[in-house]
């Protein structure tokens, strides 16, 4: 278990619209299961108390995007450091907010930075946010990422690439989010994964793209672990896998929101072109200022796509 964070102080009360036992959620809270529908329904009473929003969208930012909160119209802004238990963001470009608001008229909670496996979480802690924002109230879920791209014929530096499919290179390894108990307030056991990122709203996503000017493409996005970037040779295979897009977070959240029954629709910010060559000159170790360059570069771009399709959701 992850380490705990910094607590608002009193207890929230019992909410009588989600029928669970009175919530307890003080200073002295030490620990949340992200498997216990008891545990996430608490964190969610809590929540709750914190905004006067009911929103129906979540949206989750990738690395470099969190600006798109910039939008987002009388806001409240919750630091995960106040949430009791629950994971902090621990990396640059990643701010570790909930953000809920209004946008394109529309209540939102934004995820100002997301929550990775390689900062020592496990897959259940990392996709906590999902299960509280399913639990929120939220029906629709927008994903985004930085990622690096595969395809160079096709592809440019700060390209946005609508996401229709994924590998989940962890979960070839058994590394699901889904391991272990199954509470079916959640959702089934064994969930589909067949038309994961919806395709009613990609129709939407490339309607809205075609009236903005916007070219978009679509591809698989291929999650790994990382930290570390992929190498030339690992490039080289999850291309052959059928990839278009590689990075290291969105699918295993995908996976929780589809158990949960949220539709989501994905999309990636080519930040970098991948090596596919291992003996090339130069170095290639600062890759992720590179992501964060072109994600600072994009972001305006990103942020107006993403207003547009909340205003059609």
């Not at 290179?169 to 108990?181: I, N, V």
């Amino acid at each position: 278990m992850a380490h705990m964070n910094g607590y608002h102080n009193g207890t929230v009360e019992k909410s009588s619209e989600n029928g669970f036992a009175e919530a307890d959620i003080t200073e002295s809270s030490t620990s949340i299961n992200p498997n216990s529908y008891e545990d996430v329904a608490k964190l969610a009473n809590f929540v709750r108390s914190k905004t006067q929003y009911k929103p129906k969208i979540g949206i989750i930012c990738g690395t470099g995007l969190g600006k798109i909160v910039n939008l987002i119209e009388n806001p409240d802004i919750l630091s995960y450091t106040d949430i009791p238990g629950f994971p902090v963001s621990t990396v640059k470009g990643h701010k570790g907010n909930f953000v809920f608001g209004t946008l394109s008229g529309k209540s939102v909670v934004c995820m100002q930075g997301r929550i990775h496996t390689y900062e020592g979480y496990s897959m259940e802690l990392c996709t906590l946010p999902v299960r509280l924002m399913s639990l929120l109230g939220v029906e629709t879920m927008i994903v985004t990422n930085a990622a690096g791209g595969l395809n160079s014929s096709t592809q440019r530096q700060g390209d946005i690439i609508l996401i229709k499919d994924h590998l989940c290179l962890p979960g070839f390894a058994g590394k699901s989010p889904l391991c272990g108990p199954n509470d079916e307030r959640f959702g089934p056991r064994f969930p589909s994964m067949n038309n994961a990122y919806d395709r009613g709203l990609r129709k939407i996503a490339k309607e809205v793209a075609a009236e903005i000017g916007l070219k978009l493409q679509e591809g698989v996005y291929a999650m790994t672990g990382g930290p570390q970037f992929e190498t030339p040779a690992e490039n080289r295979y999850f291309k052959a896998l059928g990839a278009d897009l590689i990075g290291m977070s969105t699918a295993h959240e995908v996976i929780v929101a589809r158990h949960c029954d949220i539709k989501v629709v994905g999309l990636s910010l080519v930040t970098n072109l991948s090596e596919f060559e291992t003996d090339v000159d130069g170095e290639t170790n600062d890759v992720h200022s590179e992501v964060l360059k072109t994600g600072e570069e994009s972001v305006e771009k990103a942020s107006n796509f993403v207003t547009n399709l909340v205003k059609r959701l």
